[in-house]
């Protein structure tokens, strides 16, 4: 089965990509060689594009605030484990008290690194970091690849708050979905939304071997799938047939 997620409002948007960035973070940083940490460092100047906006932080802080109100209300429900729950609240609160501390945007140190900030100009052009553009940086990858890891690691300190936030909201979020099978009649696929719910967002796993592709759209009142199929050229066509696949709303 193959999980396709779409984001409902612009906030989430943004989550997403911070999580596929520190996933593939995560993924580059053990290796070895040079070329997968050029793009570890890579990754971690797209963490702080994506983090630059100003109220990001805030916003962050607030569904967390948000999350421990609301997991605080169960506290006495005798179908809720209260060791699970003081457990989960531990993480919400760890979680906001890191990001809460933590002074500036993720990353913001890394601006005063006039080394990392001359690479970051450069890493924007085709080709711009090459060995005769950026001498000292080639010096680097040419170097032991544990100490271009502990480098890594170092810079990457500062967005791990963030990332852990991020991931905690996420898996908040993904478990308020309960999946459900549905069919898509003719390659298309509609449900209105139950109202007095804010959903934020819509997952959606389907048979890989049916080779369909899900073109996804929603508002707070409708959300809609179309079944697409690649032709031999690779262009997107309308696959008009009836398929099941597995529908999560999460609010």
Same mark, same amino acid.
């Given at each position: ?22 996933g ?15 793009y ?6 797209e ?8 109220? &990001? ?40 008290q890191? &990001? ?16 990392l ?16 553009? &950026? ?9 032991q ?17 963030m ?16 999946p ?23 997952r ?5 071997? &049916? ?11 409708m959300?809609?799938v ?6 031999a ?9 009836d398929a099941?696949?597995?529908l999560?709303?999460?609010?």
């Open positions: 089965m193959i999980l396709y997620e779409y984001p409902f409002n612009e906030r989430i948007r943004t989550y997403l990509r911070l999580e596929h960035l520190f593939r973070l995560g993924q580059l940083l053990p290796r070895d060689s040079a070329l997968d940490h050029h570890a460092l890579i990754t971690i100047f963490v702080m594009d994506v983090t630059s906006r100003a109220d &990001l932080k805030s916003e962050v802080l607030k569904d967390l605030d948000k999350q421990k109100a609301h997991m605080g209300a169960f506290r006495g429900n005798p179908a809720i484990s209260e060791a699970s729950l003081d457990a989960f609240l531990a993480q919400l609160d760890d979680a906001f890191q &990001l809460s501390q933590q002074h500036g945007k993720p990353g913001h140190e890394l601006t005063d690194n006039e080394w900030m001359s690479i970051r100009s450069r890493a924007v052009i085709p080709g711009g970091t090459c060995g005769f553009d &950026l001498p000292a940086y080639h010096a680097w990858q040419q170097g690849s544990a100490a271009r890891r502990a480098d890594l690691q170092t810079w990457a300190a500062s967005l791990a708050p990332a852990q936030a991020v991931t905690l909201l996420l898996h908040i979020l993904r478990d308020s979905g309960k459900q099978k549905v069919m898509a009649s003719a390659g298309y696929f509609q449900q209105t939304l139950p109202q007095g719910r804010t959903f934020q967002l819509l959606l796993r389907i048979d890989e071997s &049916l080779q369909l592709i899900p073109e996804t759209s929603g508002n707070r009142l959300a809609s179309r079944l697409m199929r690649q032709d050229e690779g262009k997107l066509q309308v696959a008009r047939e099941a696949f597995e999560a709303l999460c609010a």
